[in-house]
């Protein structure tokens, strides 16, 4: 089994800026972070490869957010710029097995983290 905990959430307000951690155990994997806002979907946020090779970022966040990685420390970071209170959401990263270049979907995601809050204020 496979544990995703992600951390650093909190209030901001807007044009400020948070990272969020998620730390893994086991393998390594490619990884992805989702969001939710109450009352909406669950959203693509951004994707990155097991080596850190590939890297995709939904349109509503490209130019503001940075995923990067660190296998040494089995943790995966989303650093959040110029943040909107559109951002608002609990933020999840989770873990895919498949080889593919870009992972966009949830249901291309095996393992899943407990989420963390983002609230931006205005």
């Known amino acids: 089994q496979v544990q995703l905990v992600e951390s650093g959430g909190g209030l901001v307000q807007a044009g400020g800026s948070l990272r969020l951690s998620c730390a893994a155990s086991?393998?390594?994997?490619?990884m992805g972070w989702f969001r939710q806002a109450p009352g909406k979907e669950l959203e693509f946020v951004a994707f990155i490869s097991w080596r850190g090779g590939s890297i995709y970022y939904t349109d509503a966040v490209k130019g503001r957010f940075t995923i990067s990685r660190d296998n040494a420390k089995n943790t995966v970071y989303l650093q959040m710029n110029s943040l909107k209170p559109e951002d608002t959401a609990v933020y999840s990263c989770?873990?895919?097995?498949?080889?593919?270049?870009?992972?966009?979907?949830?249901?291309?995601?095996?393992?899943w983290g407990q989420g963390t809050q983002v609230t931006v204020s205005s």
């Open positions: 086991g393998r390594t994997f490619s």
């Open positions: 989770a873990a895919a097995t498949t080889r593919a270049t870009i992972l966009t979907t949830s249901r291309e995601y095996r393992y």
